[in-house]
């Protein structure tokens, strides 16, 4: 087979090494040449070996479907006459773990095989990806598959995570059914979460709710004298029996769940009482009712967890070791400790708990979506984070992000692949974005991003300098697919516009009489939220806590302070238009913008 492809004058084949670095790997001479397909004709069938079930079936036929995107061939699925190998999918494999997956290629067998169906899932997305496949970011204007009718992989290859439960998710979700499908589909295709499923988020509200305050104040924090609906009152037998009872009920009803959170809810107002004061800090109480939960938990489930932060106001180490069956997510932000965060991990670990890292990508109210502001944004240094909660030994990898792939997309992506394999070279992976993503437009849209991943503060003469950038590219690539990506960051620059145009005028710039101020601040506030709102469903910025939470009045404080101004009209504004701007819409707003930013005589 190989031989006749050779011969074709028209077609080209394409021998696919699969390569991972070692930390995660085990990479072996690479495998004899599979044909998958040849003038866009398939050459082999998808085989599942041993036992079926719905989740491999429906990976065999997600298989297919991008296989068939990018050959043109329908492989078919089960044994079929008339081809000359199979992709055999296969799980069962014990010794790869929880999460490991091999690949390797023979000339009539390419056998992706796993323990489990999460390590089979990671395995088919592994191969697509070294195929060229890339699912840079959620919105599917990001997806890129290669078009090679004659398709030839060689490969073998061991791989498994190293951080056993992997996630990026955004702070107030994703706000429409576009942005959820889109999210769950990258996750998915990016390897994320994992076979350690955590939970440490704020819960006590779960287990005695704030509703319950009035008939029962006694379960809840004495604050200065007077208890308050805030914290718990933890040396309180009920408030423990109450969670513990809580927790094991969640066990029996979802026993799928691995770890379940006892963490205290968030903000101050910790009990004040002496019995609780007799118990120690706050660290020892909050850490000593985590214990005592998991202590009944493993008498009754012996392999499952409890999870809590450390964070705030219980970042400090507890006085008291910790039970089997207590996992601790330290947290980078909100540490209340003079210790060093290398000193933090060592001090918990000292004391029995197991850890993983709960890390700030990006808050809305830290960085506005402006580029290089959030940790995701400034990419080398988020790449040598990672690392070094690696090699800290922290074993899970929780990131709060933000749904704004604009300014921190490569930085989110970056860091899939990296919470996957920590030594992956981050510059490669950057190269690799910007050559797959934009074609012969690398080279400026790189420049583009390594500007924003230094970290510089954004400002009017960045705006300028990225839209000479994009000016370049889209000169440099006509191709429908890469013109569609750099129309997004088209759009996001807009954004960026009209955000510095509305901060201008809100500080005091432009108009020098009031009438005339209020006019060109309720101008350029309703510009800015119309195409806020646009922009939700391709993901660019975090519109939702833009328009619809309690940071709406402080990014649009001097608006709502003008007195003529009804703030009914700015809830107007939120539902005027919810299209996208097509790309001769993008066209016209890039070209006012090269116009608008041009230096001044």
Same mark, same amino acid.
């Given at each position: ?48 070996e ?52 091999a690949?390797r ?95 440490c ?17 006694e379960l ?6 007077e ?34 959170s ?21 660290s ?13 938990v ?8 409890v ?32 210790l ?14 197991? *850890?993983?890292? %709960? /890390?700030?990508? =990006?808050?809305?109210? +830290?960085?506005?979506?402006?580029? &290089?502001?959030?940790?995701?944004? #400034? ?14 030994? *922290?074993?899970? %990898? /929780?990131?709060? =992000?933000?749904?704004? +792939?604009?300014?921190?997309?490569? &930085?989110?992506?970056?860091a899939? #692949?990296l ?38 503060k ?50 005091g ?30 993901g ?59 230096p001044?005589?």
């Amino acid at each position: 087979m190989l031989a006749t492809l050779a011969k074709m004058k028209t077609t080209r084949v394409v021998l696919i090494a699969l390569l991972l670095l070692p930390t995660c790997a085990r990479v072996r001479p690479a495998g004899k040449a599979f044909v998958l397909a040849a003038d866009g004709q398939a050459r082999c069938c998808i085989v599942i070996e041993g036992e079926r079930s719905a989740a491999r079936e429906a990976l065999a036929k997600e298989l297919q479907f991008w296989l068939r995107e990018i050959t043109g061939a329908t492989i078919p699925l089960g044994e079929t006459q008339g081809v000359n190998g199979a992709i055999v999918l296969a799980a069962g494999h014990t010794a790869l773990g929880p999460e490991g997956f091999a690949v390797r290629s023979g000339r009539r067998r390419l056998s992706l095989v796993a323990n489990t169906d999460l390590g089979l899932q990671h395995a088919v997305y592994a191969l697509l990806e070294h195929v060229g496949c890339r699912w840079f970011f959620p919105d599917p204007v990001w997806t890129v598959v290669p078009k090679e009718p004659n398709l030839a992989v060689s490969v073998d290859l061991r791989a498994s995570p190293a951080f056993g439960y992997r996630r990026i998710w955004y702070g107030w979700g994703p706000r429409t059914k576009k942005l959820a499908d889109d999210y769950h589909a990258w996750m998915k295709r990016n390897r994320q979460l994992g076979a350690f499923q955590t939970d440490c988020g704020h819960a006590w509200e779960r287990y005695v709710p704030a509703r319950e305050f009035e008939k029962h104040p006694e379960l809840f924090g004495l604050v200065k004298g007077e208890r308050k609906p805030l914290q718990l009152c933890t040396s309180n037998p009920d408030v423990e029996k109450r969670i513990i009872e809580g927790v094991l009920a969640r066990f029996r009803k979802e026993p799928g769940l691995n770890m379940v959170s006892v963490d205290p809810n968030d903000g101050a107002g910790y009990c004040e009482c002496e019995r609780c004061a007799a118990l120690g800090s706050v660290s020892d109480r909050v850490f000593l009712l985590a214990s005592n939960v998991a202590k009944a938990v493993r008498n009754q489930f012996p392999d499952k967890w409890v999870g809590l932060y450390a964070y705030a106001f219980h970042c400090e180490p507890p006085r008291t070791p910790f039970a089997p069956g207590v996992y601790v997510q330290v947290t980078t932000g909100f540490r209340y400790t003079k210790l060093s965060f290398d000193d933090q991990v060592t001090a918990f670990r000292k004391l029995g708990a197991r *850890l993983g890292v %709960y /890390d700030y990508f =990006s808050v809305y109210p +830290w960085d506005w979506d402006m580029p &290089g502001k959030a940790k995701a944004s #400034r990419v080398y240094e988020l790449a040598q984070a990672i690392r070094h909660y690696r090699d800290l030994g *922290l074993s899970t %990898y /929780d990131a709060e =992000s933000g749904c704004n +792939w604009g300014p921190n997309g490569l &930085g989110y992506w970056l860091a899939a #692949r990296l919470m996957w394999d920590p030594e992956a070279d981050p510059k490669a992976l950057v190269g690799d974005f910007c050559e797959r993503a934009f074609g012969r437009a690398a080279e400026p849209m790189r420049r583009l991003y390594e500007r924003w991943a230094s970290g510089e503060k954004f400002a009017p003469q960045g705006l300028r300098l990225a839209l000479l950038d994009l000016q370049q590219a889209y000169k440099q690539e006509t191709e429908p697919s890469v013109r569609a990506r750099l129309d997004r960051v088209a759009m996001y620059l807009h954004w960026l516009r009209l955000s510095l145009d509305y901060d201008r005028v809100a500080r005091g710039g432009g108009a020098p009489r009031a009438g005339e101020r209020s006019d060109a601040l309720q101008q350029a506030a309703r510009e800015l939220i119309v195409f806020s709102r646009r922009l939700m469903d391709t993901g660019l910025i975090h519109a939702y806590p833009m328009l619809s939470s309690e940071w709406f009045q402080r990014r649009f404080a001097a608006l709502l302070k003008l007195k003529d101004f009804d703030p009914k009209q700015a809830e107007a504004w939120k539902t005027e238009r919810t299209d996208i701007p097509s790309a001769e819409e993008t066209a016209r707003l890039f070209a006012a913008d090269l116009e608008a930013t041009q230096p001044a005589n």
